[in-house]
C-alpha cells in the first residue's frame, strides 16, 4: 500500500526468516549502524524512516547519528526508552493468545495458532523469536537511549495505538517528549501494531507526514 506513495525499501533484521546473523550482531544499536550503512550503499537521500515496536527504537538510533539521509522520522509503538512508571510488558514468556491481548485492540481477531501454520512458517516464526531474544537480550529499554534522542533533529511522528498494552499512550507521549519537535497521535481502535491492525489509519497517517518532511 504504502509503495503507491513512493519508492519504500523493507529489509529484512538478520537471523529473521532463518536469514544469517553475523555473531557480532547483537544489539538494535548495531542493527541501526548496519542499515545506516545500507543507505550510504545505495545512495538513498531524502528517506523517511518508518518502524514500528523493535523497529522504532532502530530508526530512532539511526537519527540520532545526524546523517543527511534521512528527512524524516516515524515511530510506531516504539520500544527502546525507560519511562518512570510506564514498562514495556515481558513478551518473551506469553503464549499467542496473550500476547495478542496485548497487542490487539480486537485480539479475537487476531489470535494466531501456530500449530494452524504450514511448517515454513513456523520455522520463520521460530526464527524470528530467537533472533528477538539476542537483539533484547539486555532489555528492550536502554537507560542512554534518552540522551541520543535530544539529539535528533529530523521532523519526527510518534503514532501510538490508543489500546496498545506492550507499551501504553502515556509511555509514547513520553517518547515523543524526548525529541525535540515531535509530534504525537493516538490511532483509534488500534493495538502495537497498526501495520496489521488498521493498515489503512496507518498509511494515511505516514503519507501526510512523508508529504510534509520529503
Sequence with gaps: MLAEHG????????????TDRPEGLVTMRGLADLYLGLLEELDLRDVTVVGNSMGGWIGAEMAAQGTERISGLVL?????LEVEGE?????????PAELAKLSFHDPA????????LPEPQRVAMAANRAAL???GAAGMTDPTLRDRLSSITVPTAVLWGESD???TPAYGRAFAEA???????LLPSTGHVP?????????SAVVEFAGQTA
Excluded at 519508492?7 to 532463518?18: A, D, L, Q
Excluded at 514498562?87 to 503464549?95: K, N, R
Excluded at 481477531?109 to 494452524?116: C, E, G, Q, R, V
Excluded at 525529541?179 to 497521535?185: C, D, K, L, T, W
Aim: without cysteine.
Design 87 to 95: 514498562s514495556v510488558a515481558d513478551i518473551f514468556p506469553l503464549s
Design 109 to 116: 481477531k487476531f489470535t494466531l495458532d501456530p500449530a494452524s
Design 76 to 80: 510506531v509503538n516504539s520500544v527502546g
Design 165 to 167: 498494552e506492550v507499551v
Design 133 to 135: 531474544v539476542v537483539y
Design 7 to 18: 519508492r519504500v525499501i523493507t529489509p529484512v533484521h538478520p537471523g529473521y526468516n532463518g
Design 195 to 203: 501495520q496489521v491492525e488498521t493498515p489503512e489509519l496507518l498509511l
Design 179 to 185: 525529541i525535540p519537535g515531535a509530534s504525537f497521535r
